[in-house]
């Protein structure tokens, strides 16, 4: 079994302050929490960006901002931009951390039902986005919120429309209107996707841990952080996404998983060293 690779979701788009006061908005902010989680054993950092007030944006000057504020303080560590942004903003806007080539960025594989909105990734816009991912040989990391949404990217990618193998899939169970978050459906998803390809599992609240304890022992990879859950446990506040990394890192210990640094997080990942 491979090295376990954590990814820490520091920031998201809808979480605010006012549910997790340690939620991070401002450009020190997103530093201090991505160190948190990196200092706790997280190799990935999925990031997306606010203004100072919380708003959420996906703009280009502010994406570059953090990204180089990251980099400053953890060199080494692997960023993955979001291209999801926040429901509502156009295809254009989600678009923009791609024109600063970073080695990932979220793809997300259809359009769902999320909580009371509706999240929007239609077939055309799903080929923009590959096309612009092919071009600027950024690796996409697929995420999946519907079973359907496996099918859908398989066939674009068959087709040479996105980025194909090998593949990096992020199966994100529990969002309020899609795939529950369970280990049988955790299970037929890693069935189906092309050998070679790496996955890594998202809980949703409180099936955040559960459903890492299955990835962590079927062989994938786990995702944690404020975007997903703001509880360390049931009724309690984590005060930083390292909290959250450090309980997956201990899990995963206690299960006698190993977990990778950056270096071989890039090798699992076959990013470029
Ligand atoms: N904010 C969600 C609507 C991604 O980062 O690619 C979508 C999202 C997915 O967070
Ligand atoms: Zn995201």
């Known amino acids: 079994m491979d090295k376990l690779i954590l990814t820490a979701a520091i920031c998201g788009a809808e979480v605010t302050k006012e549910q997790n006061p340690a939620v991070p908005y401002t450009i020190d902010e997103i530093v201090r929490e991505a160190k948190s989680a990196y200092d706790a054993g997280a190799a990935v950092i999925h990031v997306h960006v ?32 979001s291209t999801g942004g926040a429901v509502g903003m156009t295809a254009e806007e989600r678009l923009q951390p791609t024109e600063l080539m970073p080695e990932m960025a979220t793809l997300d594989c259809g359009t769902c039902n999320f909580g009371d909105d509706v999240f929007e990734n239609t077939i055309p816009m799903m080929r923009a986005f590959g096309k612009r991912m092919i071009e600027n040989k950024i690796k996409p990391e697929y995420e999946c919120f519907e079973m359907g949404h496996l099918d859908t990217i398989l066939r674009l990618a068959q ?24 280990a049988d459906n955790l299970a037929w998803l890693v069935k189906n996707i092309p050998a070679g390809s790496t996955w890594t599992a998202t809980g ?6 559960p459903l890492a304890a299955a990835a962590i022992g079927m062989g994938g990879h786990v995702r944690v952080g404020f975007e997903d859950n703001l509880y360390l446990s049931k009724g309690v506040l984590a005060k930083s996404n390292g909290e959250l990394v450090a309980k997956a890192a ?24």
């Open 50 to 81: 606010r203004e100072d007030d919380g708003t959420p944006t996906q703009s280009k000057a502010r994406f570059k901002e953090a990204l180089d504020a990251i980099y400053k303080v953890i060199p080494d560590v692997i960023i993955i931009p």
């Open 159 to 182: 087709r040479g429309e996105v980025p194909g193998d090998p593949m990096q899939f992020n199966f994100v169970l529990g969002v309020f209107g899609c795939t529950p978050a369970t």
């Open 204 to 209: 949703i609240g409180r099936h955040e841990f």
């Open 250 to 273: 201990r899990i995963a210990h206690e299960l006698g998983r190993e977990i990778a640094n950056p270096a071989e997080a890039r090798q699992i990942l076959s990013l470029a060293p």
